[in-house]
């Protein structure tokens, strides 16, 4: 789950991290407003969307007065942005931010993350803030500085200050940087977080560190212990697919494929996916029905994945572990009769009752089209969308 930026920056302020003043606005005249009541000679407009290069993309203005702050927030309100972390159509601004302008005299990159690979939390830090960061570990992988921290110990101030003298800080600096960090990391730890992360972090010319910008995500499977979270999320901003998904226990994510897929367990989705890229094709989706999925739950899928009108092809791929293969081929026909779907269908049943869900789709009559291995039905699903 993620959250807008000025929901990022009150969680900050909540557990000490340094931010700007800053006021919401959804109108111009808001906007305006906010500038008075900032009082700074410099203020900054931002558009609130879920996505990142927002500055670039015309997102983000820098003003100095408040009938500036409204002419600025009239023109992001209401725009559509687009940005290389948006979906094509781009989103549609609903908010800004107000925030009072910061005497920047250096930018950093600093975040907390998950290590998967360490099995351990990981604070990363570059004296190359306000760049992405991808751009910088590809180009300059060694302005890229990472301390590893024990999740049975915590990080220890001794990390942060040996991380701030790694970032080129000198004594003074380092005694604001510390507790910046480990404020930091409170968030993380308290909240749930998958990614915490501040780019620009900013040092003024007074010697303060501010988080210029923020980004929270969130472990939706945590979300149970913190409804004050779950209640910041902004359905508005969420793919209409993935949410009506979330709605009744599906794992969806849209993709711009023309390839639907309905396949149970998480790691066989994956593999499907790859298959189909390597036999030529796009996925449409990622959908995961999970382990008990059922005839109503495999009708929903169908629903989801037809409302892409880039759909050309269904692959459903079922392995019978728990579910059973002749009830989710009930399933699939029930849901290809009821809701006249007209792209053609490749199913691949294996596992539990696969014989007998075999046999059920071979009576249907419909335009479904069996496979055996993966690989076939990679190739199947291909074949039918050339065909069509």
Do not use: W
Not at 104 to 111: D, F, R, T
Not at 303 to 319: G, M, P, T
Not at 374 to 381: I, M, P
Request: charged residues 25%.
């Amino acid at each position: 789950m993620n959250v807008h930026e000025y929901q990022a920056k009150a969680l900050f302020r909540e557990f000490g991290v340094a931010v700007p003043n800053g006021q919401l606005a959804t109108t111009p005249e808001e906007a305006e407003r906010a500038a008075k009541a900032l009082g700074s000679p410099v203020v900054v407009v931002k558009a609130q969307v879920h996505a990142g290069g927002r500055g670039k993309a015309g997102g983000v203005k820098v003003v100095k007065s408040p009938a500036d702050a409204k002419q600025a927030a009239s023109q992001i309100l209401g725009m559509t942005l687009h940005t290389p972390q948006t979906p094509p159509e781009g989103k549609l601004v609903r908010k800004v931010y107000v925030e009072a302008g910061s005497n920047i005299v250096k930018e950093y990159y600093l975040a907390v993350l998950f290590d998967r690979a360490s099995e351990k939390f990981a604070i990363v830090a570059s004296t190359e803030g306000g760049m992405e960061i991808e751009v910088v570990a590809e180009k300059s992988p060694e302005k890229i500085l990472t301390t590893q921290v024990d999740p049975n110990v915590g990080l220890r101030e001794y990390q942060a200050r040996d991380l701030g003298f790694r970032l080129g800080l000198d004594g003074e600096q380092i005694k604001k940087f510390v507790p910046f960090v480990m404020a930091l990391y409170a968030l993380y730890q308290a909240k749930d977080c998958s990614q915490v992360e501040i780019n620009p972090l900013v040092l003024t010319a007074e010697g303060d560190f501010f988080a210029l910008d923020g980004k929270l995500n969130f472990d939706d499977n945590a979300l149970y212990r913190h409804p004050e979270i779950a209640e910041l999320r902004d359905p508005e901003e969420e793919d209409p697919r993935e949410r009506a998904a979330k709605e009744i226990d599906l794992a969806y994510v849209g993709l711009d494929g023309n390839i639907g897929c309905m396949v149970n367990g998480a790691g066989l989705a994956m593999a499907t996916l790859d298959m189909i890229h390597f036999c030529g094709g796009k996925p449409a989706n990622f959908l995961d029905a999970g382990g008990g999925a059922d005839k109503e739950k495999v009708k929903e899928a169908f629903k989801l994945i037809l409302r892409d009108e880039n759909v050309k092809a269904i692959l459903v791929n079922i392995f019978g572990g728990i579910v059973r293969c002749d009830l989710i081929a009930e399933g699939v026909v029930a849901a290809a009769d009821e809701l006249s779907v007209k792209v053609p269908l490749v199913v691949r049943l294996q596992g539990t009752m696969a014989k007998e869900g075999r046999e059920i789709l071979a009576r249907s009559n419909l335009n479904i089209t069996p496979a055996e291995t993966l690989k076939q039905a990679g190739e199947l699903a291909v074949a039918a969308v050339k065909g069509a």
